[in-house]
C-alpha cells in the first residue's frame, strides 16, 4: 500500500498539494489508481509527471511524493499553503515535463480514433505508458528514453521473422510507439505449456537474425560453444510475456550471446520451473545448431548475465534525475554480487 502525495502543477506553476490518500498497488510507477483517485477528488483531468520523494528504497509502498500535472486549476480539494520547487533538470525525460503525457496522447491521437478517455497505467525513467480505448480494442501508446534501444527497430527485425511474437506497431516515431493489444494476460508465473510455446520461437528469431551486428552490444562476452551472437531481449523474463505469446518491451534489446537471454529468464521463474526451462531452450538451441553445446554455454552465461544487469542499471542511474535515481540505487552493486556468487 502507497500513501499519496501529490504537489500538483498547471503549465509547470505550483498550485498546491492534494489531501493525502493511499492506493492499494504498492509499485511506485503505478500511476494509474493515483490519477483515477485525483481526477476524482480535484475535478480535473490529471497525469503524474514524475517521482518527487519516498520513504522507502525498494520501488515500493511507503509514503510517495509526485509532481502531477493538472489541465487545469481545480477549484477542489487542495492545499494552497506552503510553496514546492518544481523547477527543471537537464536529465528529465520529456514526459516528465510540463505538457509532456498531452503530447504523447496528442501523438497517439493522430494515428488511432480513440473511442474514450486516455489512461496513464504507468511512469518513470524507464518509459511512459498510455491505454487508448479504439473500436478496435485497445492500443498503447509508450515513451522510452534515449539511452535505451529503439522499440520500433527491434519490433521490425523479430517481426521480419516471427510476426505473432511481436506487438503488432501501429505508429512509431523516435522515443515513441504506438502497439496495438496483445492478447492475454501477463505471464509472472509461467506453466509449461507458456514455456514451451514461447522460447522455442524466439530462438528461432534469434537464429534467423544472427549475424552482423545490428544494435549495440553490451561488452559482456560469454563463450560460444558453437552459438552465435544474435538479438537479445535484454529482460527476457515472464513479465514480458503475454499468455497470447506475444513478448513486449523491447527497449533493453542489444546484441550478445542468446544465453544471456536464457539466464535471466531461468533466474525469474520458480526453481521448481528451471530445470524445465533450461531443457526447453537448450533443446531448441540443439534443432537449429547441431553441433553445439548450449548447457555448456549457459553455465557461462548465469554470472555474465548479471555483469550485465550491473551495467544496464548503472547506465540508468548515469542518465536520469536525481529523485528519480532511488528506483536503482544499490542496483549495480547487488548484481556484481550475484555475478560473483554463481561463477563457474
Request: charge should be negative; glycine fraction near 10%; proline fraction near 9%.
Amino acid at each position: 500500500m502507497r500513501e499519496i502525495r501529490a504537489l500538483v502543477t498547471v503549465g509547470g506553476r505550483f498550485v498546491g498539494e492534494a489531501e493525502p490518500f493511499t492506493v492499494d498497488s504498492p509499485w511506485w510507477n503505478d500511476v494509474e489508481p493515483v490519477t483515477a483517485r485525483l481526477d476524482r477528488d480535484l475535478g480535473v483531468t490529471t497525469s503524474v509527471l514524475r517521482l518527487v520523494g519516498t520513504t522507502t528504497p525498494a520501488m515500493r509502498d511507503g509514503v510517495v511524493t509526485y509532481q502531477v500535472e493538472a489541465d487545469r486549476v481545480p477549484d477542489r480539494g487542495l492545499t494552497t499553503g506552503g510553496r514546492h520547487a518544481v523547477g527543471d533538470h537537464p536529465l528529465r525525460l520529456p514526459w516528465a515535463r510540463p505538457g509532456g503525457p498531452a503530447a504523447l496522447v496528442g501523438w497517439a491521437r493522430g494515428h488511432v480514433d480513440v473511442t474514450g478517455p486516455a489512461v496513464q497505467v504507468k511512469t518513470w525513467n524507464l518509459s511512459c505508458l498510455y491505454r487508448l480505448p479504439t473500436a478496435r480494442g485497445n492500443a498503447w501508446a509508450k515513451a522510452t528514453p534515449p539511452f535505451m534501444a529503439d522499440e520500433a527497430e527491434v519490433i521490425r527485425l523479430v517481426a521480419s521473422v516471427d510476426p505473432s511474437l511481436a506487438p503488432v506497431l501501429l505508429a512509431a516515431e523516435p522515443g515513441r510507439v504506438l502497439l496495438a493489444e496483445a492478447p492475454g494476460v501477463d505471464c509472472w508465473q509461467p506453466g509449461a505449456d507458456v514455456v514451451e510455446r514461447i522460447v522455442p520461437r524466439w530462438v528461432a528469431v534469434q537464429a534467423a537474425l544472427a549475424g552482423e551486428p545490428r544494435l549495440r552490444a553490451r561488452g559482456v562476452g560469454v563463450p560460444d560453444f558453437g552459438l552465435p551472437d544474435t538479438l537479445l531481449h535484454g529482460d527476457f523474463h515472464p513479465g514480458n510475456w503475454r499468455s497470447g505469446g506475444v513478448v513486449l518491451d523491447w527497449g533493453d534489446a542489444h546484441w550478445g550471446h542468446p544465453a544471456l537471454d536464457a539466464a535471466r529468464l531461468i533466474g525469474f521463474v520458480a526453481p521448481e520451473m528451471r530445470a524445465a526451462v533450461e531443457r526447453v531452450w537448450v533443446d531448441a538451441w540443439s534443432r537449429h545448431f547441431p553441433s553445439s553445446d548450449p548447457a555448456s554455454a549457459l553455465r557461462h552465461a548465469r554470472p555474465a548475465s548479471h555483469l550485465v544487469s550491473a551495467l544496464v542499471y548503472q547506465e540508468f542511474l548515469d542518465n536520469i534525475e536525481p529523485s528519480e535515481r532511488v528506483y536503482h540505487l544499490g542496483d549495480p552493486e547487488a548484481e556484481l554480487a550475484l555475478a560473483q556468487s554463481s561463477a563457474v
